[in-house]
């Protein structure tokens, strides 16, 4: 992994954790127990601290960041999903940040909210728990259905045993020129949409 100190303070990653090659990881960065940081992610600890906390995944493309003296913070189990940008924020536990979605300073998306893909969530937002916001800006929509908040936990789920995959099995090759007969796929648990899941598909 890209792993940089700055000013003498220097990112520490739990053992268990698994952080991509690929992802950056500057001065005041905490990655907890479990946690997963995917390809070409950007963690910035150069102005404020960073914390992925155990079992949280901030996925290909994230970038975290914050203003000086600040904290950016991914709770117990977040899920931070790819492109999105955390500036300065928390999501607590069990919290879900859609893809491409933008967190401004000082928001916060409560215990076991989902933020939808592509919001704005402004600067000092607060999202009070198991509730839905979407849109740009961003705004509360309702409550979580208990079939979302388990389609959320299964997913997060599958990020769980990516680290343990990624421990196990990943690592750089040289790219095959053909496709071999009869290829195998992988072989994981299936996981649905959540459009999928709602209408039992």
Not at 110 to 116: H, Q, R, Y
């Amino acid at each position: 992994m890209k792993v940089y100190e700055i000013d003498g303070i220097v990112p520490v990653v739990d053992p268990t954790a698994f952080v991509h090659p690929s992802a950056v990881l500057i001065g005041d960065v905490v990655v907890g127990p479990r946690a997963y940081i995917g390809p070409c992610a950007s963690l910035r600890g150069d102005f404020g601290r960073l914390f992925i906390g155990a079992g949280a995944n901030v996925q290909d493309c994230c970038v975290m960041h914050g203003f000086p003296g600040s904290d950016t913070i991914v709770e117990e189990n977040g899920h931070i999903g790819h492109g999105a940008i955390l500036h300065g924020c928390i999501v607590r536990r069990n919290g879900m940040v859609g893809m491409n979605a933008v967190l401004m300073d000082n928001a916060v998306v409560g215990e076991s909210a989902i933020v939808a893909a592509q919001s704005f969530v402004k600067a000092g937002m607060e999202i009070p728990p198991r509730m839905l916001a979407a849109g740009v800006p961003a705004k509360v929509m309702r409550e979580l259905s208990e079939l979302e908040m388990a389609w959320k936990i299964e997913g997060t789920s599958v990020y769980h045993d990516l680290v343990r995959r990624c421990h196990g099995t990943l690592r750089e090759v040289e790219a095959l020129t053909a496709v071999e007969p009869d290829r195998r796929r992988l072989k994981l648990p299936e996981l649905k949409t959540l459009q999928e899941t709602r209408r039992g598909g």
